[in-house]
């Protein structure tokens, strides 16, 4: 997959980051080196690098993590919105690794694009 020194510089939010796929992409990204930023309302033991407890709802709470991450980090390279998703037939570090995929430079021609990672769901 994607080498590490390919993220070591990136700065990525990750929402919904206490349990299932935003826990595991949390671990995943770590693994590649990347600085995370995990965001939940519920207590993370994921091992982010910064941890902020917060409602994703709350536009206030947003403002105030993205004014924290740019001030200490001075940039964001992408968010994994992973709150509020349902449980899924998918292993989380499935949907993991697409993320994974798009954080990297090996998806550096892509943009604007939806990446559907859902083992075939919406094509039934």
């Given at each position: 997959m994607t080498a590490k020194s390919d993220l070591a510089d990136r700065v990525v939010i990750v929402t919904?980051?206490?349990s299932?796929?935003?826990?595991?992409?949390?671990?995943?990204?770590?693994?590649?080196?990347?600085?995370?930023?995990?965001i939940d309302r519920e207590p993370v033991s994921a091992p982010a690098t910064h941890l902020i407890r917060m409602?994703?709802?709350d536009e206030a709470a947003w403002?105030?993590?993205?004014?924290?991450?740019?001030?200490?980090f001075q940039r964001?390279?992408?968010?994994?919105?992973?709150a509020g998703i349902m449980r899924r037939?998918?292993?989380p570090a499935e949907i993991a690794n697409a993320?994974?995929?798009?954080a990297s430079t090996e998806s550096s021609f892509m943009t604007g694009s939806e990446l559907t990672v859902d083992g075939g769901w919406t094509a039934r």
């Amino acid at each position: 997959m994607t080498a590490k020194s390919d993220l070591a510089d990136r700065v990525v939010i990750v929402t919904g980051a206490a349990s299932g796929i935003g826990a595991a992409m949390v671990a995943t990204l770590r693994e590649t080196g990347v600085t995370v930023i995990a965001i939940d309302r519920e207590p993370v033991s994921a091992p982010a690098t910064h941890l902020i407890r917060m409602n994703v709802t709350d536009e206030a709470a947003w403002i105030a993590a993205v004014s924290l991450t740019v001030e200490r980090f001075q940039r964001i390279d992408g968010l994994v919105n992973c709150a509020g998703i349902m449980r899924r037939i998918a292993d989380p570090a499935e949907i993991a690794n697409a993320a994974l995929f798009l954080a990297s430079t090996e998806s550096s021609f892509m943009t604007g694009s939806e990446l559907t990672v859902d083992g075939g769901w919406t094509a039934r």
